[in-house]
């Protein structure tokens, strides 16, 4: 779980948005919506075939908006399967 959150937060900080990445990378999916395993820093539980978790980094501009893309991922023994297949393309808004 650390690892995960620390390479979302890596790219994030890259990318010029660190202080805008305010919560944790994601959490476990299973009876309820949100429980372990939590993908944050501080959680050092291993990652175990059959998992379920929402990968879901935040970006938080304040008082502007905020952007989240949610990707449920299934542990498998190979790495992880991606179970939702919806686009990835920027789409722009015209406000």
Not at 59 to 73: H, M, N, S
Request: overall charge negative.
């Amino acid at each position: 779980m650390k690892l995960i959150d620390q390479v979302a937060c890596s790219i994030i900080s890259e990318a010029g948005y660190g202080e805008m990445f305010t919560h944790r990378t994601g959490h476990g999916l299973g009876i309820e919506v949100h429980e372990e395993p939590y993908l944050m820093s501080s959680n050092e539980r291993p990652l175990e075939e059959g998992m379920v978790a929402s990968v879901e980094p935040g970006i938080y501009l304040t008082g502007k908006f905020g952007v989240r893309i949610e990707d449920i991922v299934v542990v498998t023994s190979n790495g992880a399967e991606r179970l939702n297949h919806f686009s990835r393309d920027l789409i722009k808004i015209k406000c």
